[in-house]
């Protein structure tokens, strides 16, 4: 079943989906779907004020949100399965608390994308704000598993606070990536801003080139860590085009935040000497 | 029934369920992935001696493999899951993590599986670390050229042990080509091995013997040299017999490496081929030489 949400064209403001659980759309009619309450204009409204409603029968379950997305935030927000398509930009918190399945975004989002996600895939064609991955206001750890894969540039704080699963950007990524990481891995193809891996405890940072190395971390020499091979590789299978040079010679490994536990690491390609 | 006027004995081979599990051992070079799983291969030649057999399968390209080097499929099989698993923690341990640039892979898909990398990590200590992609968990043991990776779980199969062919030849030297292209052919089959040494076994054995304290002795019957002092398996004109043995990941697997095996095998100087059983007692399997061969055609 395809179920498709397209804005109405006197949409203004920003909408808020956090209360509607998408994937349970396929179990609900039409009316039903309009019924649906919803935050408008930090006013309660009904589903089908906001939206056009459209349900069609398609091989696969999926959700697609069309028309302004860029007023629509929380998209996909606590999802555990299915398939949410959003044809264009999206709002803030995209993804956030979700546990399974697939959310694709074929523009830009907002801040705060996959926050404290569990589990299932992200997919950005575009860029990525700011606090990608991280942990949901009041929260201490950022996302525990999942992949979020993004096409285009991320902003600062990337993984804050990230306990488990894979963050890929093919572009560049602000300040701060990495802060207070507990574990997991981020992978930036190319410029990693500065201060990235402060205060991390554990886990893996992957940069083509760095800004700055924090004195909170050490030189480790050369790495050859079979383990980015792996993710490397697996990047490759879904459609994540690698350096060639990343798959020719071995990164460079610095250790730290040492003044956290010490154990994660930055591995880059290029950094200032 | 004769193939090139070579007998093929109407009887069976009698076989038996067996554990498996298949390895994906990768490196720098194929020759250092292929001298690690050779390593991890190594005496595991019947379970009668040490519990497991083994037998390296196909190379693998780097497209094949999980992290992007040349790769080479090692298979390991054990009377049970919980022996399997016992020797595959000494196994990879002792003979592919001391290996140049090595890396261990699951390359079974299956819902019965061990953890040998969760006590393989311990040679880390403390030192050691996991990363989790996809629900599958690796860890990364630090080793004095980087570090040694290797999955956490691996699965286990329901495979099949103990097909095998017995070639009677005029001479050894023919019954020994005659095994060595049986063999070849025995390794073209998807997720066949034959673990003896080359593939072929001069020590066809049957179970207990004369003395208390041997799990096998030698096949007297089909010893030339003791033609005459026992009740000989072999026709007259035969003065070598080789023994092919064949583990495979299913019984559907050792039938066709073993029809392959007496096609390749059909050559000048070969007098019969037949099968070792044990009266049908104690193999679940039953393999009928006649019956495969009309099933698994040239």
């Known amino acids: 079943m395809r179920v498709v949400l397209e804005t109405r064209q006197d949409c203004t403001g920003p909408i808020s989906l956090k209360g509607i659980n998408l994937p349970a759309l396929f179990h609900l009619s039409q009316g039903e779907i309009w019924q649906l309450p919803l935050n408008h204009l930090s006013q309660p409204f009904l589903l089908g004020d906001v939206f056009k409603v459209d349900i069609r029968d398609s091989d696969g379950d999926e959700v697609v949100l069309r028309g302004d997305t860029r007023l629509l935030h929380y998209c996909g927000y606590g999802m555990d399965s299915g398939r949410v398509m959003v044809e264009g930009d999206a709002g803030a918190c995209a993804g956030s608390g979700m546990s399974g399945g697939e959310l694709v975004i074929e523009g830009n989002t907002g801040d705060c994308l996959g926050a404290a996600m569990s589990g299932g895939n992200i997919s950005v064609q575009g860029n990525a704000g700011d606090w990608c991955g991280a942990a949901l206001a009041g929260e201490s750890k950022g996302m525990t598993g999942g992949v979020i894969l993004t096409g285009g540039n991320a902003g600062s704080n990337l993984g804050n606070g990230m306990r488990r699963g894979l963050i890929a950007v093919a572009g560049n990524c602000k300040n701060y990536a990495g802060s207070c990481m507990l574990a997991g891995t981020i992978l930036c193809l190319e410029e990693m801003g500065a201060g990235a891996g402060v205060g991390m405890q554990r886990g893996s940072l992957v940069a083509g080139t760095i800004q700055s190395i924090l004195p909170g971390f050490s030189p480790a020499g050369l790495a050859d860590t079979g383990w980015l091979r792996l993710y490397l590789n697996w990047l490759e299978e879904n459609g994540f085009t690698m350096p060639a040079s990343w798959l020719e010679k071995p990164p460079y490994r610095f250790s730290g935040d040492h003044l956290a536990a010490g154990k994660g690491e930055i591995l880059a390609y290029e950094f200032p000497q | ?298």
């Open chain 2, 1 to 298: 029934m004769h193939i090139n006027g070579i007998l093929i004995d109407d009887t069976f081979a009698e076989a038996f369920p067996m554990a498996y599990s298949k390895l994906i051992i990768t490196a720098d070079t194929p020759a250092l992935a292929r001298q690690a799983a050779q390593a991890a291969a190594g005496m595991a030649i019947s379970i009668i001696g040490c519990s497991c057999e083994s037998g390296l399968g196909e190379a693998l390209d780097p497209a094949e493999t999980p992290d992007a080097r040349p790769g080479q499929v090692l298979w390991l099989y054990s009377y049970s899951a919980e022996k399997l698993e016992e020797q595959l923690f000494f196994r990879i341990g002792q003979a592919i993590l001391p290996s140049a640039t090595s890396a261990c892979f699951n390359g079974l898909d299956s819902p019965l599986t061990c953890k040998p990398g969760a006590k393989l990590r311990y040679f880390g200590d403390g030192y050691q670390s996991s990363k989790l992609l996809e629900g599958r968990r690796f860890w990364r043991i630090p080793v004095a050229d980087g570090e040694f990776v290797l999955d956490e779980s691996f699965g286990i199969g329901d495979g099949v042990g103990g097909g095998n062919l017995l070639l009677m030849g005029t001479d050894r030297k023919t019954a020994l080509e005659a095994a060595e292209a049986a063999v070849e052919a025995i390794l073209r089959v998807p997720g066949a091995v034959a673990p003896f040494p080359g593939g072929i076994c001069r020590s066809p054995s049957k179970p207990k013997g004369k003395y208390a304290n041997v799990p096998a002795s030698t096949n007297a019957g089909y010893c030339p040299t003791l033609r005459s002092r026992v009740e000989t398996r072999l026709t007259p004109d035969a003065h070598a017999v080789y023994e092919l043995v064949i583990d495979g990941d299913s019984l559907a697997c050792v039938s066709a490496a073993m029809a392959a095996a007496i096609r390749a095998a059909c050559r000048p100087g070969i007098i019969q081929i037949t099968a070792g059983n044990y009266g049908g007692k104690w193999g679940k399997y039953h393999i009928y030489l006649h019956q495969i061969l009309r099933e698994n055609p040239a």
